[in-house]
């Protein structure tokens, strides 16, 4: 039997990445399951666009909001669009990189104790495509194995984080399959940029989780801009978090490129399938790049940069800034044989996922 409800966990609308997920599930699921999401990190303009429902769980009160939820008379929800966790029958966690030491130990703790009492309830919970590990931290692998022994399935979006899951000893299978953002197109949308370009996507996170200073990664993204600019391209930023803005400006002050903004991350994904090439250093941006085909110098801050850029066949494509931007640039613009093989793992990437819904889609109940 289908659930009444199917919550979406571990997005938001800020993080155009999470955005992305967010998109791919109501594309995916919309019209055959009634969709669900916290209100936290998600406008309610955007979430509501999609289809969402909002769920009465709140992160920062679990326990509390979902005892006051289950009180509130289902003629006032179903007016103002709420779902009680009570009513809840299948959740879909979708929080791309949330479990590892990188993070804080908080939001396992948090969801492995709303997971257990859920699967008390035998509500499934599915862990769609992401990224895990390392856990080198005993009380982070302590709950991450606790919320994932909660699930009825888990997918683990590369070999490494397949790996680091494994070690940690979890009950519930895991098994492996790509990003599941692959497959949106950004469809009629036009594009906002006119001529050949060249786009940069920066991330704040290569500050706070590198040994980079700021003046280090801003000097290599303004090389990139000065050999786009040698390569007869337009330099473009484009922003794919709200966090990064203030390294978008710092770019900006610095090599005069033009800064690009969209709250719709499927705009941001036409911008980066017309782009001649991109570097950037935001996974979601790569995903959206690479699956159009698009060529990219990718510069990132953990395992699922590389592993990434493996999937797609691309894995010369990845840097560790070490080497000079300009000379990267010019052979990814010329280096055939690689997107020769981007061009072939794309179809098989997207029949993986096809795969991988109908599994989840098993295990929640969803008939087509």
Do not use: C
Request: neutral net charge.
């Amino acid at each position: 039997m289908t659930a009444e409800w199917i919550e979406l966990r571990g997005v938001n609308t800020h993080n155009k990445g999470a955005h992305l997920m967010m998109i791919a599930v109501a594309n995916r699921l919309q019209g055959r399951a009634k969709l669900t999401v916290s209100p936290n990190g998600s406008d309610f303009d955007d979430r509501g666009a999609l289809g969402f429902h909002q769920t009465l769980l709140l992160n920062q009160l679990p326990a509390v909001s979902g005892a006051v939820g289950g009180l509130i008379p289902g003629s006032v929800k179903d007016a103002f669009g709420l779902v009680a966790s009570k009513d809840v029958g299948g959740v879909l966690d979708a929080a791309g990189f949330a479990y590892s030491d990188s993070f804080s130990i908080q939001r396992s703790k948090r969801e492995a104790k709303i997971s257990a009492a859920w699967k008390k309830r035998g509500v499934p919970r599915v862990f769609l495509p992401q990224a895990f590990g390392p856990f080198t931290n005993p009380e982070q692998a302590k709950w991450t194995r606790e919320l994932l022994d909660g699930a009825a399935l888990v997918y683990a979006r590369d070999r490494q984080s397949l790996d680091y899951v494994t070690a940690l000893g979890a009950k519930t299978e895991v098994r492996l399959a790509p990003d599941f953002t692959i497959g949106l197109k950004p469809g009629s949308i036009p594009s906002p940029l006119t001529g050949e370009f060249g786009a940069i996507v920066p991330n704040a996170k290569m500050l706070s989780h590198t040994k980079l200073s700021l003046e280090e990664y801003t000097q290599f993204l303004a090389d990139g801009a000065a050999e786009f600019r040698a390569q007869g391209l337009r330099a473009v930023v484009v922003v794919h978090e709200h966090n990064d803005r203030a390294l978008a400006k710092a770019l900006s002050e610095r090599s005069e490129v033009e800064i690009f903004e969209s709250p719709d991350p499927l705009v941001l994904k036409r911008v980066l399938s017309d782009a001649r090439i991109v570097v950037a250093s935001r996974f979601h941006a790569l995903v959206s790049a690479l699956s159009s085909r698009t060529p990219v110098v990718a510069l990132g801050w953990s395992h699922k940069y590389a592993e990434l850029l493996e999937d797609f066949g691309a894995g010369a494509w990845m840097t560790d800034g070490s080497d000079a931007i300009a000379a990267r640039i010019r052979h990814t613009l010329t280096d055939t044989e690689t997107a020769a093989r981007l061009d072939a793992r794309v179809p098989e990437l997207l029949a993986q996922n096809e795969r991988m819904w109908t599994e989840v889609e098993s295990v929640l109940g969803i008939r087509s």
